[in-house]
């Protein structure tokens, strides 16, 4: 069946946990998963105790799994209320990861995907966890998400195609803009796609300046130091951070 997929990697993770102590990573691991619970609950909250909140989650209509450095979403349709949620829920992930959290680029695909799951604990604390995902829509979002240069979520066309026939291309407007996203190996005829906001509106010169040293600060926090190509992903973001500047 057709969904709406989410394909997400977090961008330095090798270095993060080569070079951070296990109690930092579990820490700052959290704050990921937290994250990720915020996007998914939209802002809605549920007292845990007199003192705490979580994410409300009951409502939700996305499926997500975190393996490692990838976060997915993925719908239990293809309808309008599915596609609504899901945008919604992917735009606010990365808004909140690349300024705040940990660099993520990631994929926004409608194709098919299924999931073979179950869990199985042995009586000797074993445990069989299965989580077999297949579908041209998990590769076509993972080569997608694999090739880019930058911090950032570009909306595949079949996505675009999908949301324009529907009538709705409404819903891009608050939340995506047209860019010329940069590749590792760009198509031979490369067109501006649409790619999630960094930020929801316009900003002054202080604003802009604040957002520059957000994503600076977070490519760069975790010790995940600077080498390879994170020089060049960095330099691709704040060039598209210009897009926003008053």
Known sequence: MKRFIGYFDLLGYKEFILNNDTAEVRRRLRHVLQTIESALGRGEREDVSDSTYAADLKNSRIQCLNISDTIMFWTIDDSQASLTEFMDVCYKFNKEMNTYQFPVRGALV?????????????????????????????????????????????????????????????????????????????????????????????????????LCR??????????????????????????YAEKFKA
């Open 110 to 210: 409608y194709e098919e995907i299924e999931i073979i799951k179950g869990a199985h604990n042995t009586l000797a604390g074993g445990m069989y966890n299965v989580n077999t995902m297949y579908g041209k829509g998990l590769i076509n979002a993972h080569l997608k998400c694999e090739n880019q240069m930058w911090a950032g979520t570009v909306m595949d066309k079949s996505l675009e195609d999908f949301i324009v026939s529907n009538g709705d291309s409404s819903v891009l407007a608050p939340i995506a803009i047209k860019y010329m996203v940069p590749y590792k190996t760009p198509p031979a005829d490369q067109i501006e796609e649409y790619a999630l906001r960094l930020v929801s509106s316009s900003l002054n010169d202080v604003a802009f300046k604040n």
């Open 214 to 239: 957000d994503l600076d600060n977070i490519f760069k926090r975790d010790k995940k130091g600077m080498g390879g190509t994170a020089p060049l992903k960095l330099a691709n973001t704040l060039l």
